[in-house]
């Protein structure tokens, strides 16, 4: 599911394909595209949707997290950093855009939007995080907050 997280950031899961890049850039009007997908994507075919964003004069930004262990705070600070050094909306995204897509969402939540942390953690489970990382993740959520 794609959906706003405040006025410069869209979330959701990865592009299918270059139809559904094109359609959702002109339809959000994206100008930055994050990938936190950990690689392991495209050696199973996946469209990869790094060049066609670079041909639409698009910034792509790929960050390599871990599907099993929270994003570190360094990794934390360098996404939330690039989401808001552009005044320009923002496309994040994981494989299936609610466990590492969420936990970024919902730090971007605290850091830059003021929701409280409880506030911020119950979105991220409400929208789909899976409940092993919401038992695995929660500490480190709440620690980067």
Avoid at 10 to 28: I, K, M, N, S, T
Wanted: glycine content about 8%; some cysteine.
């Amino acid at each position: 599911m794609i959906s706003n997280v405040g006025d410069r950031l869209v979330r959701g899961p990865r592009f299918e394909d270059r139809q559904a890049l094109l359609d959702e850039v002109g339809f959000h009007q994206l100008h930055q595209i994050i990938s936190l997908q950990e690689g392991w994507a495209a050696l199973f075919g996946h469209y990869n949707e790094g060049d066609d964003a670079r041909d639409l004069g698009m910034t792509f930004m790929h960050y390599r997290l871990s599907n099993v262990f929270a994003p570190t705070f360094w990794e934390c600070f360098s996404i939330l950093r690039n989401i808001c050094l552009t005044e320009e909306k923002t496309y994040i995204h994981c494989f299936a855009g609610v466990d590492r897509t969420g936990f970024i969402c919902g730090l971007y939540r605290v850091l830059v939007m003021g929701w409280t942390p409880d506030q911020a953690w119950e979105e991220c489970c409400s929208l789909g995080m899976h409940k092993h990382f919401q038992i695995l993740w929660k500490h480190s959520f709440f620690e980067r907050c």
